[in-house]
């Protein structure tokens, strides 16, 4: 780890220490599912989300299952295994593709390291003692004010696309380690897609094109770009949520009928999910002003710093806002015609190719 005894250096923000810090949890989350799979264990962690947006009475039966116990467990070693090596390199996925690292201020020692791992995997414990971050002088946490350590801005690359990357990756992880768990262990998902003998004829309009497009912005807005003032936790609930759907959709498919991802899914698919992370991006320059703000009242800095952090953060959100929506509606338009058009070839092609061995 870099060490550092007179910090004349660029400062990570709050926001992006945050940012990292729950895209380490989800890398965790998702590799606990694929390691659970291989045991044939359900994804729980992913369920504990489902149930939360669908049925939350449901969450206490589900932890207190064995394998609910067992996945708990499971997934609170590799996450202090995960912030072991954290602090033994400087460094992990989520800070290094956001370009910030960990340095120390004073002498290293096995104990410190051990202890700082420790209080970032009881995660309650973790953002208390991250809010004395606003009020410190060289953003520390409490915990890293007492053992000695600083995180700060390690690149050059400009702050969109590592905000870009890191939304990708939000999505694209746990969705992937949701179909590798899949096709590890099926879970009975052989028939969740329609087979091409059911000969199913989708018909394109405008206003199932509305609909969608309707459906999709409404979560755009609310879940992903609004979440960004629920501090991130409404976008990591329903990123695990589609995770959970997607995954098992595009798994089912791969496993059963791999022509109805390639024409009923891959088309749209790419173009909302592209509109979906633009729309998260939106999110995270909400939180960066929320954290700007907490942190210019404790510094008490000045009330033109305070404008201008409230005008250029929210600018860029709308903009982002309103890039996420154009690409939503392009994607509601090919998931209407192009879509519908593929899946009637495909269903029609393998119905009429059916009907000729029959006969």
Known sequence: ???????????????????????????VISITSVI??????????????????????????????????VSLILFIVLL???????????????????????????????????????????????????????????RQRFSDKILGYVVYDNGTIKKFPRYLLITSLFFIIP???????????????????????????????MSRMHFIFLTNSSIDFTDYFLGGFSIFILEITEIIFESYISGRLIGGALISYPGFFYYGVAPQF??????YIIGMVGAIYIINVIFLLIEGYFKSLSVDFITKTLFKGFTLAIVMLIISLS?????????????????????????????????
């Not at 791992?117 to 809010?131: E, G, M, T, V």
């Not at 590798?180 to 000969?199: D, M, N, R």
């Not at 939503?328 to 119905?351: H, P």
């Open 270 to 275: 790419f173009i909302e999910f592209l509109g």
């Open 1 to 27: 780890m870099k060490k550092i005894l007179n910090p004349k250096i660029a400062l990570s923000l709050p926001m992006e220490r945050y940012i990292a810090y729950l895209f380490d949890i989800v890398i």
């Open 36 to 69: 659970l799979s291989i045991f044939h264990f359900k994804p729980y962690i992913y369920l504990i989300f489902v149930y939360y947006r669908t049925n939350h009475h449901k969450i206490l039966s589900l932890i207190q299952s064995y394998k609910g116990y």
């Open 175 to 205: 969705i992937a380690a949701q179909i590798v768990s899949i096709l590890i262990y099926s879970e009975g998902l052989h028939g969740i897609t329609p087979a091409p003998h059911s000969g199913i004829i989708l018909k394109a309009s």
């Open 327 to 359: 690409i939503l509606y392009i994607s509601a338009y090919v998931e209407t015609y192009f879509t519908s058009f593929l899946l009637n070839k495909y269903y029609n092609a393998s119905v009429n190719f059916v009907e000729v061995i029959n006969c």
């Open 80 to 138: 202090f295994i995960y912030f072991l090596i954290e602090n033994f390199t400087g460094n992990s996925i989520g800070k290094f593709i956001l370009k910030i690292k960990i340095a120390t201020i004073s002498n290293e020692s096995y104990e410190k390291k051990l202890l700082r791992s420790i209080i970032k995997i009881f995660i309650p414990l973790a953002i208390i003692d991250s809010l004395f971050i606003f009020k410190s002088k060289l």
